[in-house]
């Protein structure tokens, strides 16, 4: 029962590890939480399942052109509503994400309704693995996350790309002095965060529904995991990610459910107060 729960724990952390590293990567950046990442999530799932299903392709050829068209459209929201804000507050450009995550969620519903949808895909009865329980959407869940995360370390670890990611986080001007571009690390960083959004909504649909709501439902687990890593650490929400899916899912031992999300709130509650800077960030130095 416990090691069942632990397990599932670490799969549902996993479904936020995504996004909670898009979140951490942005604001280590660009300097400025984007509230927008559960409208991306959602507006990646829905890219995918129209690919899926009304066009019928198979759903990784259809996840390959859902993420390609978020990353796009990342871009697109980039050029035309933060670049013209680059400069102002990190205030400023939070409240302009509230903004554009509230027109892709109205956009999604305006488009697609309310209903809630699901992928093509065939339903496969779940299978036992060293006495755990494991269905297709936690081993799919599973391959993806994992897979993806490798990239994204690799990309850090052993690109100029990454490298100069690293740079601009640490001291942007440095960072001009030495001949690297900003333009094409905040583009980057953008195609990175789209691209596991839009990931993490298709694992989401998978594991539930898809529907206009599935990102905002997952915006505050998000966040909790950002902050627990440590935000300004991308890796670390990672981490953060698996903890607070583990203490989730331990809490239904005592907690209906339903009452999940109580135990995000609180954890992120409790971090903001205790510990502001994550259990593996450090913390910030203003000169």
Known sequence: MLAQL???????????ALPALSVALVFSVLRFANYAIGAMVTMGAYLVYVF???????LPAAMLAGMALSIGLALLL???VFSPLRGRSGVTLLVASMGVGLILENVVRLVAGNSPRGFGVEIARPSRLLGLRVNQEQFTTLVCVIA????????????????????????????????????KVRAAVWALAAAMASLSGVLIG???????????NYLLPVFTAAILGGIASPMAAVAGALLLGVTEEL??????PNYRTIVAFVVMALLLLLRPHGLFGAKWVSK
């Open 206 to 216: 998978l594991d539930s529904n898809v529907d206009p709501q599935m990102g905002w």
């Open 6 to 16: 632990i397990f599932n724990g670490l799969v549902s952390g996993l479904l936020i």
């Open 52 to 58: 899926n299903v009304p066009l019928n392709w198979p």
């Open 148 to 183: 993806a995360l490798a990239v994204v370390w690799l990309i850090f670890r052993c690109t100029r790309l990454g490298r100069a990611m690293q740079a601009v986080a640490d001291n942007p001007d440095l960072a001009d002095v030495r001949g690297i571009s900003r333009k």
């Open 78 to 80: 980039d050029l035309l």
């Open 251 to 256: 809490a239904t031992l005592i907690l209906a």
